[in-house]
T-cell receptor, first 114, second 112 residues
Framework: EAGVVQSPRYKIIEKKQPVAFWCNPISGHNTLYWYLQNLGQGPELLIRYENEEAVDDSQLPKDRFSAERLKGVDSTLKIQPAELGDSAVYLC????????????FGPGTRLTVL | AQSVAQPEDQVNVAEGNPLTVKCTYSVSGNPYLFWYVQYPNRGLQFLLKYITGDNLVKGSYGFEAEFNKSQTSFHLKKPSALVSDSALYFCAKGDSSYKLIFGSGTRLLVRP
């Protein structure tokens, strides 16, 4: 079984530029999560999708961050414009309806904003 | 607000010795508790979980964790550490909405 796929693995951009991250969850997993992990800290939830519906986006900074999961499968997280403080690892995770409390994580995208 | 505390930034142990990585959590209803491990440049890997039932939970790679309701703790243990166990370990708490609250992580260093 393929795991959660994320791309790119690494991204370096100048501040004020836009950036997008892509995630493909495990096949059949209806729930998808985006987390932010700052250096030396645990992941923090940004947004959770149930199929194509964002059911928890309370921690997403909506002035510059946006996300979509149009067909209820893969998802894109966007930052526009990026700021220096956005440098972090962005993790995607997914879980199934049958075992909703067990999340499987992708390798993450490490973003560096210069 | 819900919280998870991992009081040790780093745990050092000699190979072959038992290891314990500590975790405490804030009380709110029936907790769902998890341990994840993160190797360099890798995503988090699930180790084990406590939902209900036996207080001693067995997981992957020989790890186990003990749920202690009175002390609100969920310490990760392994009887005999391996050098390959060296990694970053995260304790997490979930709720009925399946949102995970993570601790700050504990770096485990197993020396040969």
């Amino acid at each position: 079984e393929a795991g959660v796929v994320q791309s790119p693995r690494y991204k370096i951009i100048e501040k004020k530029q836009p950036v997008a991250f892509w995630c493909n969850p495990i096949s059949g997993h209806n729930t998808l999560y985006w987390y932010l992990q700052n250096l030396g800290q645990g992941p923090e939830l940004l947004i959770r999708y149930e199929n194509e519906e964002a059911v928890d986006d309370s921690q997403l900074p909506k002035d510059r961050f946006s996300a979509e999961r149009l067909k209820g499968v893969d998802s894109t997280l966007k930052i526009q414009p990026a700021e220096l403080g956005d440098s972090a690892v962005y993790l995607c995770a997914s879980s199934s309806y049958q075992v909703p409390n067990e999340q499987f994580f992708g390798p993450g995208t490490r973003l560096t904003v210069l | 607000a819900q919280s998870v505390a991992q009081p040790e930034d780093q745990v050092n142990v000699a190979e072959g010795n038992p290891l314990t990585v500590k975790c405490t959590y804030s009380v709110s209803g029936n907790p769902y508790l998890f341990w994840y491990v993160q190797y360099p440049n890798r995503g988090l890997q699930f180790l084990l979980k406590y939902i209900t039932g036996d207080n001693l939970v067995k997981g992957s790679y020989g790890f186990e964790a003990e749920f202690n309701k009175s002390q609100t703790s969920f310490h990760l243990k392994k009887p005999s550490a391996l050098v390959s166990d060296s990694a970053l370990y995260f304790c997490a708490k979930g709720d009925s909405s399946y949102k995970l609250i993570f601790g700050s992580g504990t770096r485990l260093l197993v020396r040969p």
